[in-house]
């Protein structure tokens, strides 16, 4: 009865490749977002969805595209991957409140390494 | 524009020594504040938040963190550390944006070992 899952939990691809990361969440929250985590595991917000809605656009390349088929669910596709894609990225969810102040569930992360 | 400076990206402590991570923000509205930790290869998993009630917070596995406000600080304690608490700790503040979506800004980390 996992909360927030993502598949896959690794990734190992080659420069170039397109791939998809997905995110699924059971607590009935409301929003979704997707954290990118370096090397030195600092954690930046990449996109937001509340509600199927794109809200929060960080600066990302656009060879990244992140998808909410519904409210349960935010997909990352990635094309033409790229060395510096390597990472750690979080999918997380949360039910709004007051702007702020939810809590963040996250999941388990996707290891991705670009070869 | 919200910030997070986390002193020390490693800390050390002994079982049963006090365990203190420093957290230091900057924001322009009265913030929201929270601690995460992250245990290896896995998620990050809520301690504690601060949201304008209590000064002192209470969280999970005996941690609790004091917002002061004329230090700008959120630093989380905990008496007497366990083996169990090695792990990454990340504070991360938000504003307090009333109906519009917040967004959580993180520092980078401190690594918390426990030694024997």
């Known amino acids: 009865d996992t909360a927030v899952s993502q598949t896959p939990k690794y990734l190992v691809t080659q420069m170039g490749n397109d791939k998809s990361i997905k995110c699924e969440q059971n607590l009935g929250h409301d929003t979704m977002y997707w954290y990118k985590q370096d090397s030195k595991k600092f954690l930046k917000i990449m996109f937001s969805?509340?509600?199927?809605?794109?809200?929060i656009n960080e600066t990302v390349p656009n060879r990244f595209s992140p998808k909410s088929p519904d409210k349960a669910h935010l997909n990352l596709h990635i094309n033409s991957l790229e060395l510096g894609d390597s990472a750690v990225y979080f999918c997380a969810s949360s039910q709004f409140l007051s702007g702020g102040a939810e809590t963040q569930y996250f999941g388990p992360g996707t290891r991705l390494l670009v070869l | 524009a919200q910030s997070v400076t986390q002193l020390g990206s490693h800390v050390s402590v002994s079982e049963g020594a006090l365990v203190l991570l420093r957290c230091n923000y900057s924001?322009?509205?009265?913030?929201?504040l929270f601690w995460y930790v992250q245990y290896p290869n896995q998620g990050l998993q809520l301690l504690l938040k601060y949201t304008s009630a209590a000064t002192l917070v209470k969280g999970i596995n005996g941690f609790e963190a004091e917002f002061k406000k004329s230090e700008t600080s959120f630093h989380l304690t905990k008496p007497s550390a366990h083996m169990s608490d090695a792990a990454e700790y990340f504070c991360?503040?938000?504003?307090?944006?009333?109906?519009?979506?917040?967004?959580?800004?993180f520092g980078r980390g401190t690594q918390l070992t426990v030694w024997p």
């Open positions: 924001s322009s509205v009265p913030p929201y």
């Open positions: 991360a503040v938000s504003e307090n944006r009333g109906s519009t979506l917040g967004r959580l800004y």
């Open positions: 969805y509340n509600n199927k809605e794109l809200i």
